[in-house]
């Protein structure tokens, strides 16, 4: 079970640290993922974080302003988000993948957990 929290409402250019928490072990899942939507928009990918060797992936909207990092031993992945703007409004959702692959990581398809949400919006 994964439980998200952090969102509210920030300014133009201010930051948000998303958390993830995971029941059990972080460790069980391949990969750790932050997907959102915005309002009348699909769901689509932010960011990555493999298990194995560490490798993170991000969205080209978000690469050099949000940063995936996770914390192993709290079982906890956050989602730094810096420089924000008003198209980062969305709800975020953190998902965890016990048997994603590379070519899926980007993908909804790639995980099979997901959290409830937690609503971001950014005020110009």
């Known amino acids: 079970q994964l439980q998200a929290c952090g969102g509210g409402l920030v300014q133009a250019g201010g930051s948000l640290r998303l958390s993830c928490a995971v029941s059990?072990?972080?460790?069980?899942?391949?990969?750790m993922g932050w997907f959102r939507q915005a309002p009348g928009k699909e769901r689509e990918f932010v960011a990555a974080?493999?298990?194995?060797?560490?490798?993170?992936y991000y969205a080209d909207s978000v690469k050099g302003r949000f940063t995936i990092s996770r914390d192993n031993a709290k079982n906890i992945v956050y989602l730094q988000m810096n420089a924000l703007k008003s198209d980062d409004t969305a709800v975020y959702y953190c998902?965890?993948?016990?048997?994603?692959?590379?070519?899926?990581?980007?993908?909804?398809?790639?995980?099979?957990?997901w959290g409830q949400g937690t609503e971001v919006t950014v005020s110009s």
């Open positions: 974080s493999r298990r194995d060797g560490g490798y993170t």
């Open positions: 059990g072990s972080i460790s069980s899942y391949r990969s």
């Open positions: 998902a965890g993948g016990a048997r994603t692959i590379l070519s899926t990581i980007r993908t909804m398809g790639g995980y099979d957990s």
